[in-house]
């Protein structure tokens, strides 16, 4: 896709066997497809959510593959903030939820650039892959070396695929994403970034107390909402 898009949302679960029955148990649908990201040592699945309103939209679970090395640097920390102790003993408590964003750019180093003019690091661009049955996935998406989402999640990490995208062989599940909206206290700055990302039409965004990434959706047991939950203290 040439412009700027909403490409998936997150959600983490303490072990992908939990998040995969969570996925079942609410949206109705078992997530099949997915596979390794040897450099993270995390594992997922996903479900195709595309829609009208987000042509190429995916949903992401995923978690910590206890069995795998990761091969990145142990200086650098999983994506999503994965090693957080206090995201990992919320999800712990309270089970798989909703944590993040990504945006998908036609040039991510501008995207980059751009947060950058705002103040806010992204972190620098690695590349990463996973095999498919259909091929190799590739993609450069912004990574800092602490792992942090920035703004409370909010803020989308940003990504740039190869050739291949994973809903080019995500089948229609009968899951879409309708609307993905950002609340946050310092939401002139989050709107700031999400217009610099060309996403402004497609993400709208409200001030709020607490920080929180709301999707709506589609699903085969009529609609649904989900939101991410705030982080204790």
Not at 21 to 26: A, I, K
Not at 69 to 95: C, E, H, N, Y
Not at 196 to 203: F, N, P, Q
Request: hydrophobic content about 45%; glycine content about 8%.
């Amino acid at each position: 896709m040439s412009t700027a898009c909403v490409d998936h949302l997150v959600v983490l679960a303490a072990d992908l066997a939990s998040g995969v029955d969570w996925c079942e148990r609410t949206l109705g649908v078992r997530p099949t497809a997915g596979g390794e990201h040897p450099l993270m040592g995390t594992h997922n699945r996903i479900l195709n959510v595309s829609s009208p309103a987000h042509p190429r939209a995916y949903l992401e679970v995923i978690a910590i593959n206890n069995e795998a090395i990761k091969q990145a640097p142990a200086s650098t920390s999983r994506w999503f903030d994965m090693d957080d102790p206090a995201l990992q003993a919320q999800v712990a408590a309270q089970g798989p939820q909703p944590i993040h964003w990504v945006a998908s750019l036609p040039d991510v180093a501008a995207g980059c650039t751009a947060l950058a003019a705002l103040g806010l690091d992204r972190g620098p661009l690695i590349t990463a892959s996973r095999p498919t049955p259909q091929g190799l996935l590739q993609w450069q998406i912004s990574v800092r070396p602490d792992g942090q989402r920035l703004l409370d999640g909010c803020l989308p990490t940003l990504i740039q695929w190869g050739a291949v995208h994973p809903c080019d062989s995500l089948p229609p599940c009968g899951v879409a994403l309708e609307r993905l909206a950002l609340q946050h206290p310092q939401a002139p700055l989050l709107q700031a970034a999400v217009s610099a990302l060309g996403l402004h039409t497609a993400v709208p965004v409200q001030t709020a107390a607490v920080p929180r990434i709301e999707a709506t959706l589609h699903t085969p047991r009529g609609p649904l909402t989900l939101h991410s939950l705030p982080m204790p203290g």
